[in-house]
């Protein structure tokens, strides 16, 4: 099985602890169809774990799994598959008035 860490920031440091990459069209797509990730990564023969690290941005799945996936959800796998990138919570600072601020 292919398999990928998330991505590595500019400095080399694990994307991680800096910014993620996650898929919310997958999350979205494993919400709205009421698939529960261990029945989803037993249909596409994983570890429920690993299919959560996965939807969590952790892992980087491999263009067969992301293709077992999306037929699995009957759907795309390049519209299940888009990334988004948030900052981590380590990168969130209080602000003067109590609002949280990006460092």
Same mark, same amino acid.
């Given at each position: 099985?292919?398999?990928?860490?998330?991505?590595?920031?500019?400095?080399? +440091?694990? $994307? $991680?602890?800096?910014? #993620?990459?996650?898929?919310?069209?997958?999350?979205? #797509?494993?919400?709205?169809?009421?698939?529960r990730q261990n029945r989803?990564?037993?249909?596409?023969?994983?570890?429920? $774990?690993?299919? +959560?690290r996965i939807i969590n941005g952790v892992r980087v799945p491999g263009k067969q799994m992301q293709q077992q996936i999306a037929q699995a959800l009957g759907c795309d796998p390049d519209w299940l598959f888009q990334q988004a990138a948030v900052q981590a919570p380590s990168q969130i600072h209080a602000g003067m008035n109590g609002e949280a601020k990006l460092s």
């Open positions: 099985m292919e398999e990928m860490d998330a991505p590595k920031g500019q400095d080399g +440091s694990s $994307a $991680a602890t800096k910014e #993620r990459f996650i898929y919310p069209n997958l999350k979205l #797509r494993v919400y709205t169809t009421g698939m989803l990564a037993k249909m596409v023969g994983i570890d429920e $774990a690993y299919l +959560s």
